[in-house]
């Protein structure tokens, strides 16, 4: 009996690990988990995979400014047009050295970077700054910003 419960545990992990090293995305379980949780669920960092909560990117989206993650990034824009601003891309990956190359614009919260192609929100932009999937820098994102995570539990 004793080797009988042994094999299907065997079995299990085994198969596991075949999973992993096959496949780029998780055993599917249930629907119930957006893309953020697939990209994040191979390196879990709290607790098990089920028990991992989701965060309320909306709220993160509107709350948070464009101003407020150029400050921490510290983006000093070369010149100003209303709500649009320029300046050097703040992206270690870019090589522009145009004073230009990057925009922003700070009241619909979205950048580009004209020489890299970077481009997105605010949230995008502190992603690529921190070289972090989303889901994690939104989580950096509100610690940097001494805010709560605004978790949404699942069960
Ligand atoms: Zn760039």
């Given at each position: 009996?004793l080797?009988?419960?042994?094999?299907?545990r065997?079995?299990g992990s085994?198969?596991?690990?075949?999973?992993?090293?096959?496949?780029?995305?998780p055993?599917?379980k249930?629907?119930r988990?957006?893309?953020?949780?697939?990209t994040?669920?191979s390196?879990p960092?709290?607790g098990?995979e089920?028990?991992m909560?989701?965060?309320?990117?909306?709220?993160i989206?509107?709350?948070?400014?464009?101003e407020?993650?150029?400050?921490?990034?510290?983006?000093e824009?070369t010149k100003?047009?209303?709500?649009?601003?320029?300046?050097?891309?703040?992206?270690?990956d870019?090589?522009s050295?145009?004073?230009?190359?990057?925009?922003?614009?700070v009241?619909?919260r979205?950048y580009?970077?004209?020489?890299?192609?970077?481009?997105?929100?605010h949230?995008?932009?502190w992603?690529?700054?921190?070289e972090m999937?989303v889901?994690p820098?939104?989580?950096?994102?509100?610690?940097?910003?001494?805010?709560?995570?605004?978790?949404?539990?699942?069960w």
């Amino acid at each position: 009996m004793l080797a009988e419960s042994a094999v299907p545990r065997l079995v299990g992990s085994a198969m596991i690990d075949v999973v992993r090293g096959s496949f780029p995305f998780p055993i599917k379980k249930r629907e119930r988990n957006g893309p953020s949780f697939a990209t994040l669920s191979s390196k879990p960092a709290i607790g098990t995979e089920n028990a991992m909560p989701g965060i309320n990117f909306d709220r993160i989206r509107n709350e948070i400014t464009m101003e407020q993650v150029l400050a921490l990034i510290g983006f000093e824009p070369t010149k100003r047009s209303g709500d649009q601003w320029y300046g050097h891309c703040p992206l270690d990956d870019c090589s522009s050295t145009r004073h230009r190359a990057f925009s922003v614009n700070v009241t619909i919260r979205a950048y580009c970077c004209h020489q890299c192609q970077s481009k997105g929100n605010h949230l995008h932009l502190w992603a690529a700054y921190t070289e972090m999937q989303v889901y994690p820098a939104a989580i950096e994102l509100c610690r940097a910003l001494g805010r709560e995570v605004p978790w949404i539990w699942r069960w």
